[in-house]
């Protein structure tokens, strides 16, 4: 299966406005592997805590985190981003 190019604005925006799915559902929604969710899940808390390292996200999802900071739920933590 070849690998999926960068997350569009679209695809990460089904995420993070789905705060509330399971990882599958939220997989689907995205049209992401579990395992994608959970990578860019995780890079999310981790870039929201001010933390150095943000390598597990794309500028493009940076960009999107800072635009609606105050609208979207950490799907970690439960923090309000």
């Not at 870039?47 to 996200?57: A, F, K, M, V």
Request: charged share 20%; proline share 2%; aromatic share 6%.
């Amino acid at each position: 299966m070849a690998r999926p190019g960068p997350w569009t604005q679209s695809e990460f925006a089904a995420l993070a406005k789905g705060h509330a799915l399971s990882a599958e559902d939220a997989a689907a929604a995205s049209g992401r592997s579990k395992g994608a969710v959970d990578v860019v899940r995780e890079g999310v808390c981790v870039y929201h805590r001010g933390s150095r390292d943000t390598t597990l996200l794309s500028q493009l999802q940076k960009d999107y985190l800072d635009a609606n900071r105050g609208a979207l739920i950490c799907w970690r933590c439960g923090a309000g981003l």
